[in-house]
Structure formats: C-alpha cells, structure tokens
C-alpha cells in the first residue's frame, strides 16, 4: 500500500493562487497591463524560470519581468498584512492523519524554498513535513518528473510507494511521469480530461483523500 504522501503547495495546501492573481492584477495596473491577473492561469505549477519564460513568450521580450516581479512580491505581501494567508479545505486534518499514522510526507512544491517555508511556517503545518523540495533546487520545472523524483529521494522513499496530491496540469503530469500516483484536486482550473485520466482519483477537497487513505490505496507496480 502507498507508505509516503507528496504534497504540491500553492493552490493544494495554501489558498494561495486568489491572492497571486489579485497581486499581479494590481502590478499589471501599476504598469498599465489590463487583466494581467489572467496569465496565472498560463502558469500554474511552473517555477520561477518557467513563468518569466512564459511572460516573454506571451508578453514580449521588452516585458520588464524584474519591475512587475518586484511590484507583485510588494502587493502580495500587503494583502496578506491584512488578509491571513487561508488553508485549503482538509489540508491540516490530512497533515495530521499522515502523521498519526506512520506516513512519510514530503513538500513538491515549485515555489522557492525562503517563500514555502515562510508561508507553510506562517499557516502552522511546515512541522509535519519530513522533507521538501523547492522551485529553485531543481533544473526543470513541472510538468517534468525531476522535482517529484528528488522529494521521494528526500524522504527515503520510492516513487512507486508515494501518492502526489496536485491540483494543476503540470504538477499531475510531473508526478505520474516520475511513477507516483496521483489524486488531483483542482484549485483555480479544472484540468482536461486527458490530464485527469493520469490521476488516481479526482478529489474536490483535501477532506476526500482520509476515507481512501483509510480503505487502502495500492502502491504503483
């Protein structure tokens, strides 16, 4: 039976991607880009690298990454000055059902490492991690398996033990290309039916995974 659970973050754990789109959407306003907001649903699940690669294919190489970056990061950091950064549903009871009974658990997340501790550190669950590996430790960024390989490396596990729970495209496609299962539980967008098939099952909260955890979900062979 599956021994170890992998966790994406953003949009997984955190209800964070609400509060990216609405930071980019006040920089895009800043930099007179209307409906800047709306490429995070071109970026989801890809590191750093990935979306500044996307930003110059989609907005040009004289797109200034480094202005809206710092504009972003700025307005993102002042909602949350008011707002509490909120976990998604069942995230902690499924952290601490993980770790009552004997599960390795592993952050997959392509987020930087300073940010994804600071964030999981600020919402009270970083302590239930074994390990974690980050956006800015890895080569390639999702959908390639590379992140997923190295978190089950992380933990002492293989990959074939090790159930990933992802809400994106490109996060589902990484897992199952580095041989996890994977339960999908969508956040901002429904992924295709073509990506969704990779999936063990599809989940609308977190809430959904403890039953089947509990009936028993069989490692890949």
């Known amino acids: 039976m599956i021994s170890a659970l992998v966790f994406d973050m953003d949009g997984l754990l955190l209800d964070s991607e609400r509060i990216v789109k609405r930071s980019w959407e006040e920089a895009g ?3 007179g880009i209307a409906r800047m907001g709306e490429h995070i649903y071109h970026t989801l699940g890809i590191n750093r690298a990935g979306r500044d690669a996307y930003f110059r294919k989609a907005l040009g190489e004289d797109f200034n990454i480094e202005e809206f970056s710092s504009l972003a990061s700025r307005c993102f950091y002042q909602i949350l000055d008011k707002e509490e950064m909120p976990l998604k549903p069942g995230a ?6 993980a770790r009552s009974f004997g599960y390795k658990t592993a952050v997959a997340t392509s987020s930087s490492r300073d940010y994804s501790i600071r964030m999981l550190k600020s919402v009270g669950i970083y302590k239930y991690f074994d390990g974690g590996i980050f956006g ?3 080569q390639h960024t999702k959908p390639d398996p590379e992140i997923y390989r190295k978190a089950c490396e992380e933990i002492g596990m293989e990959p074939e033990c090790c159930l990933a729970l992802e809400d994106s495209s490109a996060g ?4 199952h290309a580095a041989g996890l299962k994977v339960i999908a ?5 429904e992924p295709p039916k073509e990506v969704l098939s990779l999936a063990y ?8 995974v ?7 979900i069989p490692r890949n062979i």
């Open 172 to 175: 589902i496609r990484s897992a």
């Open 92 to 97: 902690e009871e499924l952290l601490i059902y």
């Open 29 to 31: 306003e800043v930099m």
């Open 201 to 208: 099952r599809r989940c609308d909260s977190l809430h959904e």
């Open 185 to 189: 539980v969508p956040d901002l967008l």
């Open 136 to 138: 800015d430790m890895v």
């Open 210 to 216: 403890i039953p089947l955890l509990r009936e028993g």
